[in-house]
Nanobody
């Protein structure tokens, strides 16, 4: 059974930091490209950051320079370090694992940025 479980969300003040984690099971994690996506109320789900199986990364313009995606293949974990958070970063954050054959989503974790 494949599971992607996000954690680390919460309420933070503008300018603060959070670190999201996504723990994967039931897949050969190192073979998967992994990504973080987010969905704000009333908006479409959007890509935040991706990391390939080989460790190459890319970011949306909205988070470039503030967020860092990383992975630990030995632990089957994906991370998103979020710094300098803004109110517009408020959303449910999802992790996704992808190969050419499969695609799996986590259930999401809420991130709220507010004073």
């Amino acid at each position: 059974q494949v599971q992607l479980v996000e954690s680390g969300g919460g309420l933070v003040q503008p300018g603060g930091s959070l670190r999201l984690s996504c723990s994967a099971s039931g897949i050969s994690f190192s073979m998967y490209a992994m990504g973080w996506y987010r969905q704000a109320p009333g908006k479409q789900r959007e890509l935040v950051a991706r990391i390939t199986s080989g460790g190459l990364t890319n970011y949306s313009d909205a988070v470039k320079g503030r967020f860092t995606i990383s992975r630990d293949n030995a632990k089957s974990n994906l991370y998103l370090q979020m710094n300098s958070l803004k109110p517009e970063d408020t959303a449910v954050y999802y992790c996704k694992g992808t190969t050419f054959r499969n695609e799996y989503w986590g259930q999401g974790t809420q991130v709220s940025v507010s004073s």
